[in-house]
């Protein structure tokens, strides 16, 4: 069986297996135990003087290649480029887009760089398959140094409308670099659609200098749904869980759990909350909001800036509604075991989902796949998350429009029994449909099947 190399910017090693790794990391390391292969990426380390040379870590059939960055390159490769640049503009938040040249050459200049240091590890038969927005110029890069193996590139965000992507100077660089690749996956039907009008307006305007088309399908990411289930029947009888369970006293909890991005929409959500508690006051006193969001990207200074803005909503809220035996947001910066939330999602009436825009969205998944059958809670989903093309017995909401928004929380926590149970089934029904094992074997399979590039450069139009 030909060998599997995953490239991704950071990388899962054997040590994170039970805390941080979320369910991509898991999916990822099984494809590559199956198959045995490489794991190549950035070791999360930034050092005075960056080796050419990754760091080999054998274990089994799995070897991990990792390259440390410089000052330099983080800052304008990951710091700049990938996550002040390209992770705004493909969020929609055109404001908080920041677009610097020398963020940019740094970007082109890191995906060089390790282009350079992968070539030297690939064997002719290797089936490489590179994710998200880091790396889009990676498979360019590569064959520009003569690898002729088959590439994959899956992007886990969303794929912005082409008048949005016009917005940032030079993406036809990108839409160029995207044609090295022989398959491109996306997460639903409507990023799959953009990237290919993208694809079709920059032929014309670039002119004929690649005469080929990568096959562009979507591929929605899931999650091992029994296994989660499983997790989750197990952890809410954990410590962590009956601590939860005897402190909310008999009121019913929401849960929302994100990194702390902004992307996922958590001041209007806490507005709508605030919103509940305002219109809807026999909610009052009899229910409590659970926000676990973990600082990410802390070395971004928009992400400090919604640092503060939370912690004070929260403050305010909480100031404003509290009693002497009841807060009504609890707003942990932490991060728990997957196990812990496993718990607490099964313990929670009402799932919180309201991302401004997101790729996919698998707290949502795995809200639901937490779920004792029997009892169900319910998800409220904002329609501007992937998932939600999926999840239509949700209470899909607009998460600008807060009042409506906090209508449904309000519909969600009076839902009669039998509404929630039939919601729950039709989701887990879909759910399944499109599951961990899904997304992977779909992925490598097309990817297999994807018409070759003769010679690695030139491949034939898309199928
Ligand atoms: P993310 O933006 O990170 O992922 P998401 O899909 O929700 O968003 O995945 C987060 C994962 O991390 C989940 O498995 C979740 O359980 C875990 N997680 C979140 N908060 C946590 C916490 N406080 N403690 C511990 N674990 C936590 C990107 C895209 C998404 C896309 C995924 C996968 O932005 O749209 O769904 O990749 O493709």
């Known amino acids: 069986m030909a060998r599997l190399v995953i490239v991704s910017n950071r990388v899962a090693g054997p040590r994170e297996r039970t805390v941080r790794a979320g ?9 590559l135990r199956r198959q045995g292969g490489i794991w190549f990426g950035w070791s999360g380390d930034v050092v005075e003087a960056a080796a050419s040379t990754p760091h080999l870590h054998e274990s089994g059939a799995v070897t991990t290649a990792t390259l440390d960055l410089d000052a ?9 480029y990938a996550n002040a640049t390209l992770w705004p503009l493909f969020h929609y938040r055109l404001g908080l887009m920041d677009f610097r040249r020398e963020a940019f050459a740094g ?13 030297p590890l690939l064997r002719p038969d290797d089936v490489v398959w590179i994710h998200d927005y880091h790396f889009i110029p990676l498979a360019a890069a590569l064959r520009a140094r003569g690898v002729a193996n088959r590439i994959g590139f899956f992007l886990h965000i969303p794929f912005p409308a082409p008048e949005v992507l016009a917005t940032l100077p030079d993406h036809e660089v990108l839409i160029e670099a995207l044609r090295a690749y022989d398959l491109i996956g996306l997460q639903t039907t409507g990023d799959a659609e953009a990237l290919a009008a993208a694809m079709a307006g920059t032929q014309a305007a670039v002119g004929p200098a ?17 296994g989660f289930a499983e997790l989750a029947e197990q952890a809410v009888q954990s410590r962590e869980s009956r601590q939860l369970a005897a402190s909310l006293a008999g009121r019913a909890l929401v849960i929302g759990v994100d990194r702390l991005d902004y992307s996922k929409g958590l001041p209007l959500r806490f507005d709508a909350f605030e919103a509940l508690l305002a219109g809807h006051p026999g909610h009052r006193r009899r229910v409590t909001y659970l926000q676990i969001a973990p600082i990410s990207r802390g070395g971004v200074p928009e992400y400090r800036k919604l640092r503060r ?7 305010r809220i909480n100031g404003r509604y509290s009693d002497v035996d009841w807060t009504p947001i609890r707003y942990l910066n932490r991060v728990s075991s997957r196990a812990a939330l496993a718990g607490y999602y099964r313990l929670s009436r009402v799932g919180f989902v309201t991302p401004i825009r997101d790729g996919m969205n698998l707290v949502a998944k795995e809200f639901i796949a937490a779920q004792d059958p029997a009892d169900p809670g319910v998800l409220v989903l904002s329609r501007f998350a992937g998932a939600a093309a999926e999840l239509e017995d949700a ?3 607009n998460p600008m429009d807060v009042e409506r928004v906090a209508a449904a929380l309000d519909r969600a926590l009076t839902m009669p029994l039998a509404e929630r149970q039939e919601r729950w089934r039709r989701l887990v029904a879909a759910m399944r449909r499109n599951d961990e094992a899904a997304w992977r074997n779909g992925f490598l399979a097309a990817l297999d099947a994807a018409p070759r590039a003769p010679g690695g450069v030139q491949s034939s139009s898309a199928a």
């Open 107 to 119: 970007y082109l200049r890191v995906n060089e760089r390790f282009a350079a240091a992968l070539v």
């Open 210 to 226: 690649w005469t080929t088309s990568p096959t562009i399908a979507s591929f929605p990411i899931g999650i091992d749904v029994d």
């Open 395 to 397: 209470l899909i909401v």
């Open 72 to 80: 330099r390159d983080h800052d304008d490769f990951y710091l700049g």
């Open 309 to 315: 803005e939370l912690d004070q909503r929260a403050g």
């Open 23 to 31: 369910g991509v990391a898991v999916a990822l390391r099984e494809a």
